[in-house]
């Protein structure tokens, strides 16, 4: 993830956090205009992220659910102050998958994502604070077809919709089929997932997930794939780590017409 030392704090940190970042190295390591995350070389590292107000809290209770089950960053503090919301957290220890390290053997990059991935749908879904993603997530497809939002551009050939109206029809006729009975991690992708060697750390950036259909990962797992090994030679090999016996191809297409909405 890309650091920018900062030379002089931000004017609006809240005076309660201000010990923490004083007298210590701070960098700018935001990767999105909605929030704003700092890292904090302090007590092993610390990210604090910032972002208007409510627009956190999710986020903070799927990392709280992750983390009582050993899968996620602890969370050392939530708070509402001056129209923000402020989220401090644990660095976790490790590098996320991007990192050459891993990219360099990309066959073994590949079993190990699915497999971990497996691992994470195996999980009890009891006690988690977004127990309807599925609802959530056809709702958020149709709002925004009806509004015009549509980008194809991301997705390989293979889920490609042709129009609009075309990735519409699938999703109106069968976006009922789509479960919710999974654990998500909701952004499934390789710089979501920290590991220490070869060894699974924890996830982060959890706050797309919930429990709905597997193959909204699944999805997002062969795509970020295509994407960051700037092949698509491995969507097969990444669906048989993960077991054939659990992946629907349909599915995955009824997936991609969801996604093409934003």
């Keep these: 993830m890309k650091k920018t030392k900062l030379t002089t704090l931000p004017t609006d940190i809240p005076e309660r956090l201000l010990p923490l970042l004083l007298g210590t190295p701070v960098w700018d390591s935001s990767c999105s205009p909605e929030a704003r995350v700092l890292f904090v070389e302090r007590e092993g590292g610390l990210y604090l992220k910032s972002a208007a107000v409510g627009t956190l809290s999710r986020e903070v209770a799927m990392t709280r659910f992750f983390h009582a ?35 360099s053997q990309p066959e073994r990059l590949c079993d190990t994502f699915a497999e971990r991935l497996r691992l994470l749908h195996e999980c009890d879904v009891t006690g988690c604070p977004v127990p309807n993603h599925t609802v959530e997530y056809l709702a958020r497809a149709e709002k925004n077809y009806r509004t015009g939002n549509y980008d194809s551009t991301l997705f390989p050939d293979n889920w490609g919709y042709a129009s609009a109206e075309e990735a519409w029809s699938v999703l109106e006729k069968n976006g009922h089929l789509l479960e919710t009975n999974t654990l998500l991690h909701g952004d499934y992708c390789l710089p979501n997932v920290i590991y220490d060697g070869w060894q699974f ?13 597997r193959h909204l ?46």
């Design 217 to 262: 990962d699944l999805f997002w797992g062969a795509w970020t794939l295509f994407f960051n090994l700037h092949t698509d030679a491995y969507r097969d090999r990444f669906f048989d780590a993960y077991g054939r016996d659990r992946v629907d191809e349909e599915k995955l297409r009824i997936i991609a017409a969801a996604e093409v909405f934003g």
């Design 201 to 213: 750390s924890k996830f982060i950036d959890v706050d797309s997930g919930g429990v709905g259909d």
């Design 69 to 103: 089950r050993g899968m996620g960053t602890e969370v050392l503090d939530y708070f509402c102050e001056g129209g923000k919301d402020w989220f401090l957290t644990a660095a976790v220890k490790g590098e996320d998958l991007t990192h050459e390290f891993y990219t």
